[in-house]
């Protein structure tokens, strides 16, 4: 059983920084690989950033590369997304999602499980 529960998310101005943490609460290491979407209103869940089962590679969505950072810790099957310079387009429910293998990646369907998702509202 998979349990991810998320963290952070809230109302933040734009410029600043925020961080979004994920947890699996069922089991004590994870080989396989996680990731970060979100979802704006009328619009497509988009993936964000990606990391690899053991952090060793990472994927970025261009809309944040360079403003974003993927990091896990494997001891405590924990996952962070930190952002920073946000821009009111950051706005939306981010989610973090386990990947069916050890690799990241950008699609949807390569993902397992969905946590239960975190509202980020970036304000100018």
């Known amino acids: 059983q998979v349990q991810l529960i998320q963290s952070g998310g809230g109302l933040v101005q734009a410029g600043t920084s925020l961080t979004l943490s994920c947890t699996d609460s069922?089991?004590?290491?994870?080989?396989?690989?996680m990731g970060w979407f979100r979802q704006a209103p009328g619009k497509e869940r988009e993936f964000v950033a990606g990391?690899?089962?053991?952090?060793?590679?990472?994927l970025y969505a261009d809309s944040v590369k360079g403003r974003a950072t993927i990091s896990r810790d494997r001891t405590k099957n924990t996952v962070s997304l930190q952002m920073n310079s946000l821009k009111p387009e950051d706005t939306a429910d981010y989610y973090c999602?386990?990947?069916?293998?050890?690799?990241?990646?950008?699609?949807?369907?390569?993902?397992?499980?969905w946590g239960q998702g975190t509202h980020v509202t970036v304000s100018s």
């Open positions: 999602a386990v990947a069916l293998r050890a690799s990241t990646s950008s699609s949807t369907t390569a993902y397992r499980y």
């Open positions: 069922r089991r004590s290491s994870s080989n396989n690989g």
């Open positions: 990391i690899s089962w053991n952090g060793g590679d990472t």
